[in-house]
């Protein structure tokens, strides 16, 4: 069984190492390997309060799987696939000190920073989109979806129909949201730090490009297990703006580059690791859980909430 798991970690490390860059040159290191998303996921199906539906209560071994899926996705024999979604597992914070608050729609975003690629007159393209990466906005965007599905869900409850299929999609869009809320969690998905120091370091941190793999996916597989950090995983809170709390959660994992590169420094990474290296490691493995329970508890609570009707545009004018 120990030999059978010291290869398991070596192929995961040689792959993720391999695919470290995509060909844009975007990040492509696959945020706490299978057995962390799907961890992340697995608590916080397990802390769904019973003031929620049963039945995705009782989905915690389907949401567990979908922890990984978007990364299923990132086989380039599916190139339009892969190459569509990359920039949604990651933002560079660094890049975007410039906006704040960041803007709530994708395509604002994405006005943003093409016309501060305009105007830079050093590396432009570091402003593309795909380069500064679109992680809060997928992180609402499948939000909003679990919403609308809730929202179906009670309507047809209330009128005694049927509900088998909004079940199943309830049950993807939560577990599809839990990959990218988990994403958020790993400090190196937030920063363009992320595999390898670049620019000045006088800490002396590793240049090699390895540290990504080497934490969430080979550390994450030898050393932790759900239950490891199950217990920081408390009852969801409602949050009372999504966007700004989940923007907030970013930029507190981005506070925390610097503590992963510390510990790789001083070796709590390999083999066994040590304590410090699972005590950081377990706390935002449960960071990650918990948002993704609070926003599973914040959509179910809206989605009781009829939303307003789109305003209508005023009619032309007439032309003679």
Request: charged share 20%; aromatic share 12%.
């Amino acid at each position: 069984m120990k030999k059978a798991r010291v290869v398991k970690q070596l192929i995961s490390l040689l792959l993720l190492t391999f695919s470290a860059l995509s060909p844009a040159g975007t990040p492509a290191a696959f945020a706490w390997g299978n057995e962390g998303h799907a961890y992340v996921n697995r608590v916080a199906a397990q802390k769904i309060p019973v003031a929620m539906p049963r039945f995705l209560r009782r989905a915690v071994v389907e949401l567990a799987y979908l922890g990984p899926e978007p990364d299923r996705w990132r086989n380039p024999a599916e190139f339009a696939l892969k190459n569509a979604q990359e920039p949604d597992h990651f933002i560079d914070l660094e890049r975007v000190f410039w906006l704040d608050p960041l803007p709530r729609g994708r395509y604002e975003f994405y006005r943003k920073l093409y016309e501060k690629r305009a105007a830079a007159t050093d590396h432009p393209d570091d402003y593309l989109p795909e380069h500064v990466g679109l992680q809060p906005y997928i992180v609402m965007e499948v939000y909003g979806r679990l919403k609308a599905a809730f929202r179906q869900y009670r309507q047809l409850q209330a009128s005694h129909q049927p509900t088998g299929s909004v079940q199943q999609a309830i049950i993807f869009y939560a577990g599809w949201l839990g990959h990218y809320v988990a994403d958020g969690s790993q400090p190196l998905h937030t920063t363009i730090q992320y595999n390898g120091w670049v620019g000045p370091n006088p800490s002396g941190y590793t240049t090699q490009r390895d540290i990504h793999a080497q934490f969430e996916t080979a550390y994450v597989a030898a050393n932790i297990t759900a239950g490891d950090f199950a217990g920081l995983v408390h009852a969801p809170e409602a949050l009372d703006d999504a966007f700004v709390r989940y923007v907030a959660y970013l930029k507190q994992s981005n506070g925390l580059v610097e503590n992963v590169y510390a510990l790789e420094k001083a070796g709590g990474f390999r083999e066994k690791g040590s304590p410090e290296a699972f005590e950081f490691t377990t706390r935002r493995l449960a960071a990650g859980s918990q948002m993704l329970l609070n926003l599973w508890y914040t959509a179910w609570l809206e989605s009781a909430v009829t939303p307003a009707s789109p305003a209508r545009p005023a009619p032309a004018p007439n032309k003679k």
